[in-house]
């Protein structure tokens, strides 16, 4: 397959406007999507507590990709290509489990938890093992959250994530667990996914229920006013009220900031009141939520009782997958710390939202006729993933 | 994407043989047919009866493409590409309707009836609504027939519909309604769709009900006989019998011809027997059907107490819309003035074959070992649309 | 299209390896596959028994290709593309059938059971039907199996054939028939099903129920004493024990080997007993199978009581079929001769494990992070299929 031509995409590339109708449409462009840009970007994969014990695995995948994430004996997490390095089956078919080592299902060549090739049949002299184990890729665990990447040279990640670890230490991330996990399907690339989640310009239109209570990244006098108040709540209950914004070729994405919900909301709920115990060593709700990105492509809203993980997968260059993770407190019990759909009511009404508006947008970028506009005030986020597209992807 | 190369598939082109496999099965053609051939053609998206009153609205969709037809609070009509100019969500997600404004689901961008660019939320400085109108298309109302064309330059089209005029005169197509629409969903591209309607060397063969009362393109002696006592039928009936044919580089296709129907056969029904209340001022029925094409994509039969429109719209490479829009007199109505089944017979019967027949079609010219054969006496109108694709496809 | 760039290709094969991922996942792979692999391949297409009579024809369709084979008013079987010399329409809609001609169901050009054009309607002057017969494929009948090619030079096949000849005799395979016909439907590239099916690496991992009884391909010191034993069985029943193994450039691949089963094991069963009424002239069962490829596409397995025939059949460029054919002693009964579940049993669960194993294998191999690995001392057979498809693709 031919090599995206970043060049010419680039200079189609209009800063402050949309992108053209190739960077969604060309089939070349989504090859290059996979290859330049999301296996050399972090990617959120899931959460240590879904692999507490030695052998315990799970299996992620995006777009043509899986990986394993595995803790082996030692209790250390790797992160491997599912991939056999014999003739390329898939190794581990289940999407989670245990296990004392991964055997492929063709012809029975077997990986340690570690990745290593332990053993392969009738491979003759100089066949070394050594040399066939599983590729690995580069793994991070923040707080309980595992990020991986693929690329041999990774974004700087780690001196961002020194900056981020005592904004996030008070709602104590390791000690969660998944409450519900809900995935959305929408036949549209996944860069309209990404975009979308990447302003807030059309809350106010589309998410009527989000919109009622959250003033996140809303500009304006109010939310300003909102804010100052907020803030010596958000101290007494613990939390620190810096921003963090880094926005660097090379480095991935971080963003941190705790915006306040309107008078009468504790958390994301429909009613306001709160919805589960509080995260961490919280003392009590201040009425905000926190935004925060981990790399562009990893989103997370931590409210002062539970948190909602959001990503975009790519599953073919015309469909995407809306994946949300509803995140507790570590021991909170469904039907009795926390009611079940009280909890997903919001980011599940907000997805199908999302999902329907993200199909229109695809369904007129589609059209010869599409001119990309100019980009509001509220979109600056949209420009960011640009730019992160473009430098991950020249590699 | 790779701009089609007009000049090879030219060159592959061999006058008065069918076109090559890549015609039909090479991706890029496809992107190209929509970008350089229908959004440089003529298409006919609906009648003005569908938009009667200020702020209806009807939305024409073909291939990738979207298209607004609207009457402003003037009454007049105008054609608007229905894609934001923000960042290219759909605007109008309805068939039809009346409205005051087009208010884009994603961001809520404000649109007149007539285009403009009402309200755009958070633009900034510098910012003039007045340069993010819908994009328009260029329209045209023949006999209440709208057409519309995307191009900047399109093809010659009013000196031709001054010349139809007359002739259509009679029939009153502005006075008349849709009665009936029905789609065909055929899995080919779309050219062999209209292959197919451009001749009628396969209705003897495959049109059985056809066959049997419409003499129509079909040479040889018999036919001028019928011809020749149809003309005074017609005369007296109020209708010209000139034929018009315009097939020329630049220039939207005409072509207008009466032809016999058999002996017995008043109008396209089953019994010969008429259908519907006579069209605007005939006298009566002469047994003749007025074939009409106005530009190649759109054809339109015209009997004496109904018309047929037929277009063939192409949903993907390999996945076409048969479309067929019966009209009546306005104000007949169905159960008194015409029997819904019988009026819709005849074409329904025969689109069922043409799908059958399309689809067998597409089937063989999969195959590599397809060889374009010799077209034909009775092809000629292939040769027709070959050359219009080509002099549009061209710019 | 773009050709195949079977130059980089074979430059990105290192010997010994697999092939990268470009081999299975660029469309434009696929498109070249069938025109210079495929359309230039000799293709089992079926056996004389099921066109017995004058008139008589079947269709095998394979991609986008579709060959019919029929036996004219002499008895002499033909082979022509089912593609209308006139605009390319199929010509026979029926998989089997008997007919005195070949009517197409567009214009109804009519064709002899020659594939002579017989006539043509309304085609002019200067038009001479002797051009436009349907274009006729290479074909032999070996043993009453049909193979054609449509490369206007076909790999050689004839000495090969006599080669095999004397081999095959006591099956006596033109007087069987078939018993049952099985598709398996595999979502994954037709050469990962043409792969797996050259290696029994798997087998002993993959196949439980046939490595139960199958020594086949299966190196070690067991399987050559099992061959010695069997070797005095099989002269005993008459069959001979030679080996054929034919692997040359521009040469049909040719291999022709007698395996052991293991103890107490006649046939291909469940339980070890015999199936069916013994094949041809011979006089006892041997207990062991033979292993007949006739060209990479076309694989045999001849127990002493049935046949079968195994092929892997492209549907588009990730979708194929794998195809089963049981053949049995021609007059043999179901029911009475043989159990028609017991016969199908063994391949119908080993073709499920390896509709499993295929689609496993695609699923990796979609991957980027997928790195041809090194094959296996038994997967020679895989080594054989890339070198005939280098070979022949190059022309």
Redesign the interface.
């Known amino acids: ?1 031919k090599a995206i031509d970043t060049a010419s995409m680039r200079a189609a590339y209009r800063p402050g406007f ?1 992108m053209p109708r ?1 960077f969604y ?3 070349e462009v989504y090859e290059s999507d ?2 330049d840009y999301w ?1 050399r970007s972090w990617i959120w994969v899931g959460h240590e507590s879904q692999i507490e014990a030695p052998g315990d695995y799970l299996v992620f995948d995006y777009g ?3 990986v394993i994430v595995a803790r082996d004996r030692d209790g250390d997490i790797g992160a491997f ?11 581990c ?1 289940e999407a989670s489990g245990n296990t004392r080592v991964f055997v492929c ?4 060549w077997t990986y340690e938890l570690t990745g290593t090739l332990r053993r ?5 002299e100089g ?1 070394d093992p050594a040399d ?1 184990g599983l ?1 690995s890729l580069h793994l991070r665990n923040f707080e309980g959250l595992l990020f991986v990447c ?1 690329a041999e040279n990774p974004p700087e990640i780690d001196e961002g994530l020194a900056q981020l670890a005592p904004l996030v230490a008070p709602f104590d991330l390791r000690n969660t667990r998944v409450a519900h996990t809900a995935t959305y399907t929408v036949p549209a690339n996944w860069k309209l996914a990404v ?1 979308n989640y990447m302003e807030c ?2 809350c ?3 998410h009527l229920d989000f919109a009622r209570s959250h003033s996140i990244k809303d ?1 304006g006098h109010k939310t300003e006013v909102l804010e100052q108040a907020m803030h010596p709540r958000s101290r007494a209950a613990g939390l620190p009220v810096q921003k963090v914004q880094r926005y660097e070729p090379g480095k991935a994405t971080l963003f941190y900031k705790r915006y306040p919900l309107f008078d009468g909301y504790q958390t994301g709920s429909r009613t306001g009141e709160a919805l589960a115990p509080l995260l961490g060593s919280l003392k009590g709700f201040d009425g905000g939520a926190t935004d925060l990105q981990i790399g562009i492509l990893n989103n997370f809203i931590v409210y002062s009782d539970h948190m909602v993980g959001y990503r975009f997968l790519p599953v073919s260059q015309m469909e995407s997958k809306i994946e949300v993770v509803w995140f507790v407190r570590a021991g909170a019990e469904a039907g009795i710390d926390y009611n079940h759909d009280d909890l997903t009511w919001l980011w599940h009404v907000t997805s199908l939202d999302d999902e ?2 993200i199909r ?2 695809q ?16 979109e600056w986020g949209i420009a960011a993933f640009y730019d992160d597209y473009f430098s991950v992807s020249a590699g």
């Open positions: 397959m949309a190739d449409m060309a089939p996979i290859r296996n043509p990709e899986s290509q599912n991939v056999c390095r014999h003739r390329g089956s898939r190794v078919l299902p063709y012809h029975a392969a049949r009738e491979m003759g066949f066939y590729l693929a975009e310009y059309h106010a239109n589309a500009p329907r508006i229109h947008n369904e007129g970028v589609k059209s010869h006729h599409f001119v990309p506009g100019p980009l509001s005030e509220m």
